[in-house]
């Protein structure tokens, strides 16, 4: 298994960000992801084992994540880590920037 290193990310991170959506169809501000070529190598079991130990630092004791209709195939990593299908009714709303 390859070692991973998690960091918060800087501003020098954002174009290999950006080219790692592009990589995985998941062109959005808000998402992370490992690239197709790692995906088995357990980067993103790491990535996943990192966010929830920072989760249980702060006393959180329940994830929960939001699966895009249009990225399923992500739906059996996360059961093989222990996550369950929950159903539930998620609505939102776009805003719009501030002020």
Same mark, same amino acid.
């Given at each position: 298994?390859?070692? !991973?290193?998690?960091?918060?990310?800087?501003? #020098? *991170?954002?174009?290999?960000?950006?080219?790692?959506?592009?990589?995985? *169809?998941?062109?959005?501000?808000?998402?992370?992801?490992?690239?197709?070529?790692?995906? &088995?190598? &357990?980067? &993103?079991? %790491?990535?996943? %084992?990192?966010? #929830? #130990?920072?989760?249980? %630092?702060? =006393?959180?004791?329940?994830? %929960?994540?939001?699966?895009?209709?249009?990225?399923?195939?992500?739906?059996?990593?996360?059961?093989? !880590?222990?996550?369950?299908?929950?159903?539930?009714?998620?609505? =939102?709303?776009?805003?719009?920037?501030? =002020?």
């Amino acid at each position: 298994m390859m070692r !991973l290193t998690i960091r918060h990310a800087v501003p #020098e *991170d954002e174009p290999s960000v950006v080219e790692l959506w592009r990589a995985c *169809d998941l062109v959005a501000s808000y998402n992370v992801a490992s690239t197709p070529h790692s995906r &088995g190598t &357990g980067i &993103g079991r %790491q990535m996943v %084992q990192a966010a #929830e #130990e920072w989760l249980r %630092q702060r =006393g959180v004791v329940k994830a %929960q994540l939001l699966v895009r209709e249009t990225n399923t195939r992500v739906v059996s990593f996360y059961e093989h !880590l222990g996550y369950e299908v929950a159903p539930r009714v998620v609505m =939102g709303k776009w805003l719009g920037p501030p =002020g």
